[in-house]
């Protein structure tokens, strides 16, 4: 068994729901973020791509740490061994963004 560490990270951008890997994550010393570091992705060697994870790979190339806000977060596992990234549409699925708040400035409540 490894001493080595890996997070499933799954998390919401842009109404498409991301499930990263990472050897390294932690809170950031900016306030209301998640650093995510050393993305793992599956063999280059395999027979089967993946497109979702193609797509990924690209997405994160050169990049060396991402800040996820904190809202954005779904869930965060420690997994065994690494798994294949993946990123899918939120429409349809039973995720939803959390409440924001409503900037309606001007309306008064009505009285019933």
């Given at each position: ?24 994550i ?50 965060i ?36």
């Open positions: 068994m490894s001493d080595m560490q890996i997070f499933r990270v799954i998390f919401l951008n842009q109404d498409e729901v991301f499930e990263i890997y990472a050897r390294q932690f809170q950031s010393e900016m306030y209301g973020f998640i650093e995510v570091e050393e993305f793992l992705f599956g063999e280059r060697a395999q027979v089967v791509v993946d497109p979702s994870e193609e797509r990924l790979k690209a997405l994160f190339s050169g990049v060396k740490r991402t800040y996820i806000p904190m809202h954005s977060i779904i869930r596992d420690e997994v065994e061994k690494e798994g294949v990234g993946k990123v899918t549409d939120a429409k349809g699925d039973n995720v939803a963004p959390f409440p924001g708040f409503n900037f309606d400035s001007g309306r008064k409540p009505s009285k019933n």
